[in-house]
C-alpha cells in the first residue's frame, strides 16, 4: 500500500505554513528534524495525542508535503522531506526549526533525547 505525497512543485507555501500553525504538528517537525534521516514510527509520537488524533496530525502533514509516510508491514514510517522543503523554499524549514528549538511551550515528544540540529 502506497500512501498519497504531492509532488515538490504541488507543495504550496500557504498550506505548510497553515499546517505548521500547529503546535502538536510542529512539535512533530521538530523532532523529525532532530533525527533527520532516521525514518520514525508513528507510535513514537504517541504521547503528543490519543492515536485518532496522532493519525489526524500525521496525514495534515503528509498531505501539506512536509513529511513522507512509507507504510512498512502494519507500521508508517515517518521522515521530513528535508530536500523538498528546501527545494521549493530555501531557508524556510531551517527557520521554522530554530523558532522552534526556543518555544518552551510547544509540546515535547523523546523528552531530554531532543536535540536540534544547527
Not at 512509507?70 to 521554522?96: H, K, Y
Request: aromatic residues 4%; charged residues 20%; proline residues 7%.
Amino acid at each position: 500500500m502506497s500512501l498519497p505525497h504531492p509532488n515538490t512543485d504541488q507543495i504550496s507555501l500557504p498550506i505548510v505554513l497553515g499546517v505548521l500553525g500547529d503546535p502538536t504538528r510542529l512539535a512533530i517537525v521538530r523532532y523529525l528534524a532532530s533525527k533527520e534521516g532516521v525514518p520514525l514510527n508513528c507510535s513514537r509520537f504517541l504521547d503528543l495525542a490519543s492515536k485518532t488524533n496522532l493519525s489526524y496530525h500525521l496525514a495534515k502533514l503528509r498531505e501539506a508535503g512536509v513529511t513522507r509516510a512509507e507504510v512498512v508491514g502494519t507500521n508508517r514510517m515517518i521522515t521530513l522531506r528535508r530536500a523538498d522543503l528546501d527545494a521549493r523554499f530555501p531557508g524556510l524549514l531551517d527557520s521554522v526549526i530554530a523558532a522552534a528549538a526556543e518555544d518552551a511551550a510547544l509540546p515535547a515528544v523523546g523528552g531530554h533525547d531532543l536535540e536540534v540540529p544547527v
